[in-house]
Nanobody
Framework: VQLVESGGGLVQPGGSLRLSCAASGFTFRSYAMSWYRQAPEKERELVAR????????NYIDAVKGRFTISRDNAKKTVYLQMNSLKPEDTAVYYCKADSRYSGREYWGKGTLVTVSS
């Protein structure tokens, strides 16, 4: 099983980034997918979640209206479009797959997003 995040980097405040998470080794279409983030000296927090068929999404208040989670089950990839980025969005972003039926969950190793001028 692998989850590989990409797309992180340095961006100025107000800028945009698109994160991707490519999955392999499990039945991607059967798993809900989430993006988490962990800022320095802070606990990891859930940012956004999308159910297995993409029919429902959830976001934390801090990113509503700025971030969009989406998935392509044919490509086994989940995305996080991040617009109007703020310095407080600086963190390592992780993707997670979870299945309520099997109880299994998988994590990627993360990609660093730095928002700074």
């Amino acid at each position: 099983v692998q989850l590989v995040e990409s797309g992180g980097g340095l961006v100025q405040p107000g800028g945009s980034l698109r994160l991707s998470c490519a999955a392999s080794g499990f039945t991607f279409r059967s798993y809900a997918m989430s993006w988490y983030r962990q800022a320095p000296e802070k606990e990891r927090e859930l940012v956004a979640r999308i159910i297995s068929d993409g029919g429902s999404t959830n976001y934390i208040d801090a990113v509503k209206g700025r971030f969009t989670i989406s998935r392509d089950n044919a490509k086994k990839t989940v995305y996080l479009q991040m617009n109007s980025l703020k310095p407080e969005d600086t963190a390592v972003y992780y993707c997670k797959a979870d299945s309520r039926y099997s109880g299994r969950e998988y994590w990627g190793k993360g990609t660093l997003v730095t928002v700074s001028s």
